[in-house]
């Protein structure tokens, strides 16, 4: 398609606040993430990679549908090729941007956040979220631009790259690397009315496991559950799985970027020992290396890590693929993502599904047995609805009066985390998707864990803002 540019065509955008958080922008559509937003998103990435050719992609959310055709028309507008992939799962969009060398590409997602919430991930040329760095870049880029013109004739508004097609190039590569199971497995899925309904079933189908489907229907208002895949959302899950006498489980987010896996018992794997496990069967492959955990990633995983030989590295939370890219490692994870740099720097659940149900196969045992030999840690978790802001400093002075003689250390890398001499440890953070306060916490006794939550609530609740 060609059109002529009038010389004097301005596109006037208002000075817009857009905050990078974890993973790109995300906040509730019409009041936090706007149509406005995006357009200064894409203004920022023009203005740092220049015309290039860009995909985009967006999860089952009808909010999505709008700001991805917003980020098309954008980049189009800039003079860039733009391949609109459709509504796929964030980790295939970050596979075609490497295999098909774009320039960089746009998820148009809120992953695992309720319905209400929008989003846009940035994805560079190898198929990695942008760095801390470079968003810091696009911040100050979008900061600056009150308005901004396109004063050049526009030659190419870019095309369209069928979703089926994308789907197809990616199924491919997993299907390449991977030879029928040698053991066929009865495996639920749910795909938590996300974008993994037409691929992980598929998948493992094509592999020779007998799929049962749950939530594998893209729906915006996700009927069957909230798209964040813990325990507390999957009770039907669970259940169903031990019901119909299924091998194993298998859920995703509303982006598949994340999985978690329920065993034959219908118990929800804890996120460290899923990790744990599909460290070990990387490491049988590249013995050892850099292994680059978040700063919230269970000490049962360090541990797994250290016993392998492998060195291990803390990071803040949805930066793991950046250590990871760094130090040039073997293996990033942050609860219930997992990063396999042999396939690619991104956050892959359908690819890590596949990876496990292949190791359970060839060795011909089930996922608790595989699970089994991981060192038992009890991690809980508490979100609290705080607005998202806790002053860091009252944390660190109500925590030393809480425990005193008991600290070990502090670690401020992201939120604030206290180590106990007991190998236990607490940590509160202000989220980075969410206007919430995190509170996590370990211990090797689950009566530690236990009380340990309940003073972490205590401390989030007297230091936020």
């Known amino acids: 398609m060609s059109q002529e540019a009038d010389q004097s065509t301005e596109l006037n955008v208002p000075q817009i606040r857009v905050k990078f958080g974890t993973a790109g922008i995300r906040g509730i559509y019409g009041q936090e993430v706007s149509m406005k937003d995006t357009i200064a998103v894409c203004y920022a990435v023009h203005q740092l990679l220049g015309e290039g050719k860009f995909g985009v992609g967006y999860d089952s959310r009808r909010t999505s549908v709008i700001l991805a055709n917003i980020a098309c028309s954008a980049m189009s507008w800039y003079g860039s090729d733009v391949e609109c992939y ?181 118990r929800v794997v804890p996120d460290y020992a899923l990790s744990a496990v599909v460290l070990k069967i990387i490491a049988e492959k590249v013995k050892k290396g850099n292994v680059i955990i978040s700063v919230n990633s269970s000490s049962a995983l360090e541990k797994t890590a250290q016993d392998l030989g492998c060195n291990v590295e803390r990071s803040r939370l949805g930066k793991t693929f950046e250590e990871l890219y760094k130090r040039k490692g073997i293996f990033a994870s942050e609860p219930s993502k997992m990063v396999d740099p042999r396939w690619g720097y991104w956050e892959d ?67 604030v985390k206290v180590y106990l001499k007991s190998g236990a440890w607490l940590m509160v953070r202000s989220s980075g998707t969410e206007k919430k306060v995190r509170v996590y916490v370990e211990s090797p006794k689950e009566s530690e864990a236990v009380f340990l939550l309940k003073d972490g609530i205590s401390v989030a609740l007297a230091c936020s803002k």
Do not use: W
């Open 86 to 266: 459709g509504m796929i799962p964030t980790p295939v969009l970050a596979f075609n941007i490497k295999n098909s060398r774009l320039h960089a590409g746009f998820s148009v997602t809120a992953s695992h956040n309720p319905a209400e919430y929008a989003g846009v991930k940035v994805f560079g040329t190898d198929g990695i979220e942008f760095s801390l760095e470079a968003e810091q870049k696009l911040e100050q880029l979008v900061l600056k631009s009150e308005r901004y013109a396109k004063k050049e004739g526009i030659e190419n508004f870019g095309g369209t790259f069928e979703n089926d097609e994308a789907v197809a190039l990616y199924k491919a590569a997993v299907l390449k690397r991977n030879e029928p199971a040698k053991k066929s497995f009865k495996i639920v899925v749910d795909c938590a009315n996300g974008t993994a309904f037409g691929v992980t079933p598929a998948l493992l189908s094509d592999l020779g496991h007998h799929v049962v489907t749950l939530n594998a229907h893209p729906s915006e208002r996700f009927p069957g559950r909230q798209p964040e895949p813990m325990f507390e959302t999957l009770g039907e899950v669970s259940s169903f799985t031990k019901t119909v006498h299924a091998d194993f489980g298998v859920a995703h987010d509303g982006d598949a970027d994340r999985l978690v896996m329920i065993d034959e018992a219908g």
């Open 349 to 415: 659940g359908i690819y890590t599904a596949v990876l496990v149900s292949q190791y359970l196969a060839e060795k011909r045992i089930s996922l608790s047995e595989a699970v089994s030999s991981i060192p038992v840690y009890y991690n809980l978790q508490k979100n609290l609805e705080l607005g998202g802001s806790v002053d860091y400093v009252c944390v660190k002075a109500k925590v030393r009066e809480k425990f005193g003689d008991e600290i070990e250390k502090f670690d401020e890398l992201d939120g």
